[in-house]
Nanobody, 125 residues
């Protein structure tokens, strides 16, 4: 079974870049028909799908974040990463990495079957 674990700083200063890594076990991020996503939940708000990278290294981003987001991967470590630039306090959230293995690519957070536990990121000085 797929297991995901987020890691990265819990505090980021405004205007800097937020960087998180998701380490995957139990599956390969290059296995066919898999997709690997980043999702967040801000205080008092619902889940927000941020973007996804497919097994074939194709990436899709939320239109609202497209100018600031980048998702990359390191296949040798079976990891994928999130970078979000020019952060503000509104980017404070619990950040999750998630996976889907049914061959579909979803832009809705609730459609993902496998989730990490989440990591709190606070934007502040």
């Amino acid at each position: 079974q797929v297991q995901l674990q987020e890691s990265g700083p819990g505090l980021v200063k405004p205007s800097q870049t937020l960087s998180l890594t998701c380490t995957v076990s139990g599956d390969s991020i290059t296995r066919m028909h898999t997709a690997w996503a980043w999702i967040r939940q801000s205080p008092g708000k619902g889940l927000e799908w941020m973007g996804v990278k497919t097994y074939g290294d194709i990436t899709y981003y939320s239109p609202s974040l497209k100018s600031r987001i980048s998702i990359s991967r390191d296949t040798s470590k079976n990891q994928f990463s999130l970078q979000l630039s020019s952060v503000t306090p509104e980017d404070t959230a619990v950040y999750y990495c998630a996976a889907e293995t049914d061959g579909a690519i979803y832009d809705t957070a609730q459609r993902y079957d496998y989730w990490g536990k989440g990591t709190q990121v606070t934007v502040g000085s």
